[in-house]
């Protein structure tokens, strides 16, 4: 069967990273096929993930570029090199220039750990995320995953899962529940229906 080709960009443990590559080999994920892991660091857990399943991987070290063209530059190469028809942002911690999402029109998707358009944006990423939702004392948060644009967490919205925020909760403790029981659950579904519609749309993108 003709998949999807999924290009995973990632910055560090990479478990949203490990919950698409479950989902592929439980069969959920089955419109698409991960073809490539880029990692913008040499040293993200991530990596091992994709090598386990003999995943292609590339780093694109955001240090070792003169500046963000370079980078975006190095990570259009890769892309284009394997054919990549869909990127998933799965922890990746660079935003990425409005040239760059312009050649990508919906087919970059980003998965973020807050109900969107609250803690989102610039300087709103990991453990921040969920430090600014005790500190505002939100009872409710959860995970979104969304188009990439060129307003940062400002695409269009695809899936989002609540997750109620408990009394006694720190940052650490409700990042690992919105994970475990937002995250990677929408984000594979995501997937799955991004990949579906590419394949029926039949187009070629990033060109
Ligand atoms: C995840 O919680 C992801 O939603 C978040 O970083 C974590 C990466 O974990 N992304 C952002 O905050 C993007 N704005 P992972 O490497 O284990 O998937």
């Known amino acids: ?15 949203n990273l490990q919950a698409l ?10 419109s698409g096929e991960i073809t490539l892991v880029i990692s913008s660091s040499n040293t993200a857990f991530a990596l091992e993930r994709a090598k386990k399943y003999g995943i292609p991987t590339a780093t694109v070290s955001k240090k070792a570029c003169a500046n963000q063209a370079e980078f975006e530059h190095e990570i259009q190469a890769s892309l284009i090199g394997h ?14 220039s409005a040239e760059f999402v312009a050649k990508w029109p919906k087919r970059i998707i ?13 300087g709103f990423y990991g453990l921040r995320v969920h430090e600014a939702a005790l500190e505002y004392g939100v009872k409710v948060t959860g995970a979104t995953v969304h188009f990439v644009n060129e307003i940062p967490d400002g695409g269009e919205i695809i899936l989002q899962k609540s997750e109620p925020v408990h009394k006694h909760d720190t940052p650490e403790t409700l ?23 590419i394949l029926k749309e039949g187009s070629d993108y990033g060109n």
Not at 183 to 195: F, G, H, Y
């Open 175 to 197: 990042q690992k529940r919105v994970m475990e029981r937002a995250e990677w659950i929408i984000l594979p579904r995501a997937a799955e229906l991004v990949s579906k519609n």
């Open 110 to 122: 980003n998965v973020h750990p807050s109900l969107i358009p609250s803690f989102c944006g610039e």
């Open 1 to 15: 069967m003709l998949k999807t080709k999924i290009a995973v960009l990632v910055s560090g443990g990479g478990t």
């Open 83 to 96: 054919g990549a028809q869909l990127v998933v942002l799965a922890g990746f911690m660079s935003i990425l």
């Open 21 to 30: 590559i479950d989902a592929q080999e439980k069969g959920m994920l089955k």
